[in-house]
């Protein structure tokens, strides 16, 4: 049974005469996946219910995240580790990444676009611009003295929190810090001729 994390001897079911998928150990299927896309293991879920629940633990999605980054270095849409990650978010974030990859090998690859123009014209113009880990966040700091956080997400596009720091008389420099839980965003300031 693929449930049971073991090495076994491989033998020959003596009542059937042959291998089903489903009799090999959970390691020999581990290795096994090593070799197939997330398409196919996703496919595979829909066999049966002892591959849907082969599929749908860590180690595989580990495995095709492994398989995926040594092919090519694909940015996987996270802002934290992937241990961190819950099996559902690490099978989407990997899924997300086979997708990319499928679409950056097509002869005419789809172009999404990565960024949105977004009037800032109440701040003031743009002094200092980043984004914040996984890609959905960025901050700006305005010469007005603005610091906002804008949400990029095509959906949900839009400023999120603006703060005024009465600062726009000082050179900036803006660092964003990721945590386990949160984004520290530390604005230092410094003196200079005007």
């Known amino acids: 049974m693929i449930n049971k994390f073991s090495t076994l001897a491989l033998s ?50 580990t495995s095709l995240e492994r398989s995926i980054q040594t092919r090519r270095a694909l940015p996987l849409p996270l802002w934290r580790s992937l241990e961190s990650l819950t099996g559902e978010e690490l099978e989407n974030a990997v899924s997300h990444a086979a997708r990319v990859e499928i679409n950056f090998l097509r002869e005419l690859p789809t172009p999404r676009p990565i960024f949105q123009v977004i009037d800032a014209g ?35 596009c839009g400023c999120v929190a603006c703060f005024p720091t009465d ?20 604005l230092a300031t410094g003196a200079h001729d005007m």
């Open 122 to 156: 109440r701040w003031g113009q743009v002094h200092w611009l980043g984004q914040v880990p996984g890609g959905r966040y960025i901050t700006v700091f305005s010469r007005g003295g603005v610091l906002s956080v804008w949400d990029v997400a095509p959906e949900t």
């Open 12 to 61: 020959t079911p003596a009542s059937i005469g042959r291998w089903k998928l489903t009799d090999l150990p959970y390691d020999l299927l581990l290795n096994i996946v090593e070799y197939l896309s997330v398409k196919d293991v996703i496919n595979l879920r829909k066999t049966c219910r002892p591959l849907l629940q082969f599929s749908k633990t860590r180690s595989v999605w």
């Open 167 to 186: 600062l726009d008389h000082y050179t900036h420099t803006c660092e964003i810090l990721q945590e386990e839980q949160a984004v520290l965003i530390g």
